[in-house]
């Protein structure tokens, strides 16, 4: 992390109401620019002149293989808190990576400083390091072959771009947000607006230039309220989801809307966030009253706007091939699902259950048309039937799994950081009966109904997860009696899965996600989306989370 | 250039002061050369160097706030810089909480260390190396990390308050696991001084671990006696520390809030053993005099015998509740005793030995109850003896809790603060460590009624 950091994360995190969350948010690193810089790109001409450089100066050094990614990140930050803008930030992130294969080893180094000279000097040095690391190395790289991609562009099918909107009207919006909120009963309330574009050049040895311009988006609410005779005070949450879009992401078009048997309303590829502000402080009110729930077996239906994060950290993470030999030990883990696991065809879930990792769905936070070592994006299965076939690989990882090719999930969060295996998105396909949330709940004795994330927490091998949520719902013989309070539910990933009794079909399907799923060492952050439609696990063990501090 | 000399610094910042036109301007420049080595299945697998260097100013009319930033510094960056500052904060809307600072004075504190500043690639590599072979020798396989760091911050503003600072710190972790994967163990180090830190020995503890804790038993999950070594006591600490807090308190939503209004300072939250508190010349934990919006830091008592003393108050929640604002803590020290972890277990009778939390995660912040799970080391003590390894196990508990429950205190270490990270101004705690870092010293714990609340197969 360098010591460039421009956004004063404590407050920012106190905007955001986050804290709570502990929420992992690695320094997001920058320089402050203006607005109007944010709505610019660099010359492609250029981008291909300095990786060419870089390309013949590794080459000449002793390279066998050279990529090299221009990279220019640019970050908005809008933070409101009731009445007033707290904050307005523009970053602006350029520089350099290069990486090689020298001697069978990797090297690697970056640079913000584009001259060519600076450049051709940074790619020699990368094959110092490379050559240098080669004396410890038992085995040489072993690099999954990647057609040329040629000369080629891709930008996130965007209708509006978020930095073209000016500043003032987004902060108007929010601003709006926070006084329906406010207008509805909530004691505090945050809103912010974060919007993303990650400009990056690839340029390899393998003869391929690829020009992407991705675009992401979030709109995180927080509503508060307190009652401060009681001593009480409950939080919350937006119903938004991070997103592969633009701003019209914020249009909150009613086709997008679907009202949940709770009469909770959630949004698909289109949010209405000041509805939502409504709705989110007449529940946070609600939540003060709420009787506190009964811990012990129930059959658990989760919405997508929950069952994202339990996909994410139980099977996302968990099917990481670097996690599954060891490269994460010290650190983020290992997993439960072994090479051992896949070679024997591990039933992973119920035949409800399959799961599929994916780089090129619209609208989500992992699309884009190549990965960050030149391999085509695509979509393949994980979980099928209930057995695990697959796992996640990158291009040095493929021959491990006897794969010919990489699946095209390597990512870097920078120029300067290191590309390395990311999780794709994976989702959960929608069931193939017409079944809607309403027609599963109808069918459920004894149980709880949860809409939206809360707290989460996995062990190192991602086999026991406890998962909290924003609204917990009773389910009583195949009807919804009432909101309740202090629900958590505890699993153990692989009966977990194997309990799912039914997924609701594609109508159903909406996507989550995170802007800041953290791994590595240094840390290293990724934005991925999970999708899935609501889907029933039966039997499921939910502890009683309120306790008394005297 | 990236490390500056005071006097360069200095000069940089000063000069920046002199150009803005603004009512108020602050200009910061900080540099940091940031190294590190991975390791993982027996092999260093990366490593590298990131050099930075960053100029910030930040300038004001009236509460409208401009900020921008450059990575040169001659005359023309410096003016074109002023200039992009005054342009952003005529165009930005008013921040009503906005506060300028007056000219300070800082206490001085011993942040910076020759050897450290003086770690080489050869050095990291040997740590690696060293990690490396020992667990090889004992057919254990290691994955670590190793990074370093030097910086310095030098900062100005136009009411004269200035400053200059260096900075160093090393940070080093292994984890070592059995061949079989049925045993992990896990040490780490944090230091600001780098002399007497040797891989080679820390790692026997990773190793020792690791060795030990194959072939566990499952315990009942259910609440248990547990001495919690001081890296899962600064896990349990880092969550709830960032709720002391006065405007959260003062609002009504913190387990610092009182029932009807106000704050619960003054009152008897904790046991009375428990004593918190933050000191920026605190020796080997010392952190830069000042904080993010550079008040003066000084010794500030948040806990003593149990009893809550004080919040941070920002500068503006201070103005508005009339109070005195304090600084921002870099540092959170617990009081502990003299007994190491060895001698608390030889005085148990029956409990659980935990060498660090993983995954803590809030589950209510009305009554700070985190959960997270056990790792790298769980064994059960009976009759002051480490008896058997058990299966890891989830949490669910509070640490106001925990500290209500508190039998015996260890001697306290160094450890990096849970929670913070993320840069210069990362965290809440941030003791302007160049890995953005804070310190917090913590002892060992022994607690009664440790609520586990289900098993983990994970190792």
């Known amino acids: 992390m360098g010591g460039d950091l421009n956004l004063r994360r404590r407050e920012f995190l106190a905007a955001c109401g986050l804290t709570a969350g502990g929420m992992l948010l690695p320094g997001f690193t920058g320089q402050v620019v203006d607005a109007e810089d944010l709505r610019t790109t660099m010359d492609v001409a250029l981008k291909k002149r300095l990786a060419n450089v870089a390309l013949n100066a590794a080459t000449k050094a002793g390279a066998s293989y050279c990529d090299v990614r221009v990279g220019r990140y640019l970050r908005q930050f809008i933070i409101t808190r009731e009445t007033h803008v707290e904050n307005v930030i523009n970053t602006e992130s350029i520089g350099a990576g290069v990486r090689v294969i020298a001697d069978g080893a990797w090297g690697f180094a970056a640079t913000n400083d584009l001259s060519e000279d600076n450049i051709a000097r940074v790619a020699r040095q990368a094959v110092a390091i490379a050559k240098a690391n080669s004396h410890n190395q038992t085995a040489p790289v072993q690099l999954a072959p990647v057609k040329s991609a040629g000369e080629v562009s891709w930008r996130t099918p965007i209708k509006k771009n978020a930095f073209d909107v000016p500043i003032k009207d987004k902060a108007e919006m929010l601003l709006q947000v926070n006084a329906a909120a406010l207008g509805a009963g909530a004691t505090f309330v945050n809103s912010t607006l974060f919007a993303i574009n990650e400009q990056k050049y690839f340029a390899s040895t393998d003869g391929s230039y690829i020009d992407q311009d991705v675009f992401r988006l979030w709109a995180p609410m927080n509503v508060t309220v307190v009652d401060k005779a009681a001593g009480k005070f409950r939080q919350r949450q937006g119903l938004s989801a991070p997103v592969g879009m633009g701003f019209e992401y914020l249009d909150g078009l009613p086709s997008d809307k679907i ?14 966030m000041k509805e ?22 129930y059959d658990l239906v989760l919405d997508p706007t929950n069952l994202y994060l339990t996909i994410h950290e139980s099977v996302g993470h968990a099917t990481e091939l670097d996690r599954v030999i060891g490269y994460e030990a010290d650190f983020a883990g290992t997993s439960f699902a072994t090479l051992d696991k896949l070679n024997n065809h591990f039933k992973y879930g119920s035949e409800h259950v399959n799961l599929v990792a994916d780089k090129v769905q619209p609208g989500s936070l992992g699309a884009v048309a190549y990965d960050d070592e030149g391999v085509k994006t695509k979509r393949w299965d994980i979980v099928r039937d209930g057995i695990l076939v697959d796992l996640q690989a990158i291009r040095d990882q493929a021959h491990i799994l006897g794969k010919t090719e990489s699946d095209g999930c390597c990512y870097a969060d920078s120029w300067s950081s290191v590309q390395f295996q990311r999780m794709a998105n994976i989702s959960l396909e929608p069931g193939k009966a017409k079944m809607t949330a309403a027609d599963m709940i109808a069918d459920v004795e004894n149980g709880v109904y949860i809409v939206g994330d809360g707290s989460y927490s996995i062990d190192q091998q991602r086999y026991n997860g406890q998962f909290g949520g924003q609204l917990f719902f009773e389910i009583k013989n195949g009807k919804i009696t009432q909101q309740v309070e202090d629900v958590a539910y505890q699993i153990r990933t692989p009966e977990f899965w194997n309990s799912c009794v039914g997924v609701c079909d594609e109508s159903d399907y909406r996507l989550g996600g995170t802007f800041f799923d953290g791994k590595g060492q240094p840390p290293q952050i990724s934005s991925v989306s999970h999708g899935s439609s609501t889907a029933r696990f039966n039997g499921a063990n939910i502890i009683n989370t309120a306790r008394s501090l005297g | ?48 160097i990131v050099e930075n ?35 952003l904060a005529h165009l930005a ?18 942040t910076f260390s020759s050897p450290t500043a003086a770690i080489t690639p050869d050095y990291r590599a040997q740590v690696a190396a060293d990690s490396i072979a020992a667990c090889k020798a004992a057919k254990l396989t290691a994955a670590g990390f190793l990074e370093d760091a030097q910086g310095f911050e030098a900062f100005a503003n136009s009411r004269g308050a200035s400053g200059f600072q260096r900075s ?46 194959t072939d566990t038993k499952a315990l009942e999950p259910g609440k248990y006696t547990v001495i919690l070594e001081p890296a899962a006591v600064a896990g349990m600490l880092g969550p709830m520390i960032n709720l002391f807090d006065a405007r959260q308190a003062d609002e009504g939503r913190s387990f610092l809030s009182k029932k009807g209004g106000g704050t619960k300072i003054g009152d008897q939250v904790f046991s009375p053993e428990v004593t918190l508190f933050s000191d920026p010349a605190y020796p080997n934990a010392a952190v830069l005099p000042w904080d993010d919006d550079y008040l003066p830091r000084s010794h500030l008592s948040l806990v003593e015998n149990g009893k809550v003393m004080n919040l941070a108050y920002s500068p503006y929640w201070a103005q508005k509740m009339g109070k005195a604002a304090a600084a921002r803590p870099g540092n959170l020290i617990m009081q502990g005793g003299d007994k190491s972890t060895a001698d608390m277990v030889r005085d148990t009778e029956r409990g659980i030995l935990v060498t660090r939390l993983w995954y803590i995660r ?6 700070v109850l985190l959960t997270g799970l056990t790792r790298d080391g769980t064994f059960y003590i009976e009759n002051g003896e480490l008896k058997y390894p058990i299966k890891n196990f989830r949490f669910n508990e509070s640490p106001v809790i925990m500290l209500n429950n508190v039998e015996e205190l260890g001697r306290p270490v160094r450890l990096v603060s849970e929670g913070g990270g993320g840069g210069r101004r990362g965290g809440f705690f941030n003791g302007g460590s160049p ?8 002892p060992a714990l022994k607690v009664r009624d440790f609520t586990f609340s289900s098993l983990s197969d994970a190792i």
């Open chain 2, 93 to 110: 809307p008013e921040n009503p909480e906005y506060l300028p600072v007056d000219k300070q004075t800082y206490v001085v504190t011993e």
């Open chain 2, 53 to 87: 260097t960053s100029l910030e100013v930040e300038v004001a009319f009236g509460k409208k706030l401009g900020t921008a930033t450059v990575n040169a510094f001659d005359d023309a960056a410096l003016e074109r810089t002023v200039r992009r500052a005054e342009e």
């Open chain 2, 362 to 367: 809030m589950v209510d912040p009305q009554t």
């Open chain 2, 168 to 213: 160093t710190v090393l940070d080093y972790s292994c984890t070592a696991r059995t061949a079989d994967g049925h045993g992990s163990g896990w040490v780490a180090r944090n230091l600001q001084d780098s002399t007497s830190f040797n891989a080679g020995a820390e790692v026997r503890t990773a190793m020792r671990k690791a060795a030990a804790s």
């Open chain 2, 435 to 442: 890995l953005g870092q804070g310190v917090t010293v913590a």
């Open chain 1, 276 to 297: 939502d502000a409504i709705v989110a402080a007449k529940q946070a009110r609600a939540k003060l009253t709420a009787p506190s729930f009964k811990p012990g077996k």
């Open chain 2, 1 to 48: 250039m990236t490390i500056f000399t005071e006097d360069q610094a200095r000069s940089i910042v000063s000069k920046v002061i002199t150009l803005s036109k603004a009512d108020e301007c602050t200009a910061t420049l900080t540099g940091s050369i940031t190294g590190n080595a991975r390791f993982a299945l027996n092999n260093l697998t990366t490593a590298g």
């Open chain 1, 259 to 272: 009202t949940l048997p709770s009469g909770t309303v959630v949004y698909g590829k289109s949010y209405d």
